[in-house]
Structure formats: C-alpha cells, structure tokens
C-alpha cells in the first residue's frame, strides 16, 4: 500500500488567499484525521471523520477553516481566506475506526507557509 | 492549556547510552497511550504503546514505562543509535472524547 497520501507538500501563498489541502487516506481505513503541528502545540488534532462524515471539528481554530470528505478516498482542508499565523505543517492521518487501540497512520504533511 | 506536556524540547545522547523521553499529563481518565517518531519531512510513524493497566510495555530496544500515580510515562531507548535521532511524540487517549491528545514533542539527537 502506497500509504497516506497528501498533496501538495508544500504550499507558499499570500495572506487572503485560498488554500486546499489534499489527502487519500490508506484503503480501507474508515476514519481520517486532520491535524496541525506547530512548534508551540505541538500535534493538534482539527477535525475527524467516520465513514466520511465529520465526528468531530472541536479543533478547528476558526470559520476559515472546513474539511470535506466526499468519499472514502479523498478528503480536502481548505482554509480561505488565509493568514501568516496558519503557517504549520499539516497532517493528515487514517486508521481503522476511530478506537484508542487503532494506530494511526500519517502522510508525509503538507507544509504551509503563508507570506 | 496542554494536557499532555513534554518538557524538554531536546535531548543529546551518546550511542550506545540510554535515551530516556518523558511525557506529563493532566487527565486521570486517559487511559491509552502511544510514543511516535517523526523523521524531518516525514509524518510521524508509531512506536509503542502501553495501556493503563499495564506499568511497562517493551519492544525490542524500547520500553515505555507508565506510572499513573504521578500521571507520567517515559521511553527508554537502549542501546541508543544514530538513527534514532527524531523527534518524539507522545499521545494520550481521551476516551471521554474520542481524541488523541499529543505532546509538543522531544527532539532527539543520538552522537556517534
């Protein structure tokens, strides 16, 4: 399995604009995670879904944001309009289900930087 | 405010020597938890686990010791190796929430 797939890796844009985030999770996996790394908090977990349907977007910091899981294969993040403080490197993450004992597994992350 | 908390952000180590790696947390009800490594330009991969019934869980090299009383794990990387040089993650699970919360990371350097 080619594992989890995100795209593009790397992302420079200009505050205001429009950023998606791509993401194929492994097949078979019915749950997809999205998070955000930064040197101050670490792993932040944005938004989850089960079966395609969001479970969870707590962790999303504001209305900029939303995700999308149309189908069991793709998912999108997309932050609009965009700012300097969103610059991270953004993780997506699929597993089994959503159990505690369910590793799971990351793509190689999309880093964003927001001039 | 961080639940989980890896206080030291680096650590150095000579091959050959111990790496211990500590992790901290808050939540009495977690009771799951995961070591990561992350590689540069690579999404984090697991490690190891331990449950909360469990004090010690060893694999190969690495052993990851709990101690719920003071709500503190460790990893213990013996003999230590160059290519452990990483940064690593700990992670608890929230069952309460369905979440894992991770720490901000401890990056490791092994010398030769």
């Known amino acids: 399995d080619a594992g989890v797939i995100q795209s593009p890796r790397h992302e420079v844009t200009e505050m205001g604009q429009e950023v998606t985030l791509r993401c194929k999770p492994i097949?078979?996996?019915?749950?997809l995670f999205w998070y955000r790394q930064t040197m101050m908090r670490g792993l932040e977990l944005l938004i989850y879904?089960?079966?395609?349907?969001?479970?969870?977007d707590s962790g999303m910091p504001e209305d900029r944001f939303s995700a999308k899981m149309p189908n069991a294969s793709f998912s999108t993040l997309k932050i609009q309009p965009s700012e300097p403080r969103d610059s991270a490197v953004y993780f997506c993450a699929s597993s089994l289900s959503t159990g505690g004992t369910d590793t799971q597994y990351f793509g190689p992350g999309t880093r964003l930087t927001v001039l | 405010d961080q639940q989980v908390k890896q206080n030291s952000p680096s650590l150095s180590v000579q091959e050959g020597r111990i790496s211990i790696l500590n992790c901290d947390y808050t939540n009495s009800m977690f009771d799951y938890f995961l070591w990561y490594k992350k590689y540069p330009a690579e999404g984090p991969t697991f490690l190891i686990s331990?449950?909360?019934?469990?004090d010690k869980n060893e694999d190969g090299r690495f052993t990851v010791f709990l101690n719920k009383s003071a709500k503190h794990l460790s990893l213990h990387i013996v003999p230590s190796q160059p290519g452990d040089s990483a940064v690593y993650f700990c992670?608890?699970?929230?069952?309460?929430?369905?979440?894992?919360?991770f720490g901000t990371g401890t990056r490791l350097k092994v010398l030769a």
């Open positions: 331990i449950s909360s019934i469990k």
């Open positions: 992670a608890a699970w929230d069952s309460g929430t369905y979440k894992y919360i």
């Open positions: 097949s078979g996996h019915n749950s």
């Open positions: 879904f089960n079966n395609n349907v969001p479970i969870d």
